[in-house]
């Protein structure tokens, strides 16, 4: 699975860790609480799998490619940079704001 896919498929799955906020708000029962606080657990350990994907590309980038001939060119490493430093950044506040969401949610509905 390449990296891009799974930095997608953090963004859906962190698109569908807010529906349950809204079955909540309509209905405050026990499995809404709890899927609200789950859906972005889930989200943000994919997130964080996302997360680890980068930074293993970017270790062969920089670690194992240079040793096969790789030459540096500020062409493609600009590029390659400001995508990689977009999708840490990105990742991160996902990371951050899924885990806010799962902690103010499990406070506020406390028995």
């Not at 860790?17 to 657990?41: E, K, M, Q, T």
């Not at 970017?58 to 430093?85: C, F, K, M």
Request: positive net charge.
């Amino acid at each position: 699975m390449k990296t891009h896919t799974r930095l997608i498929g953090s963004i859906v799955f962190t698109m569908f860790a807010l529906g349950p906020y809204y079955i909540y708000s309509r209905d405050n029962s026990v499995s809404s609480r709890w899927a609200c606080i789950l859906f972005p657990v889930i989200a943000a350990g994919y997130a964080v799998a996302s997360l680890y994907f980068v930074f293993r590309t970017d270790s062969i980038v920089h670690g194992v490619l240079y040793q096969y001939g790789l030459q540096y060119n500020p062409g493609w490493a600009e590029d390659y940079w400001t995508i990689a430093r977009a999708a840490l950044t990105l990742g991160a506040i996902a990371i951050i704001v899924l885990a806010f969401m799962s902690l103010v949610t499990w406070v506020m509905t406390r028995d």
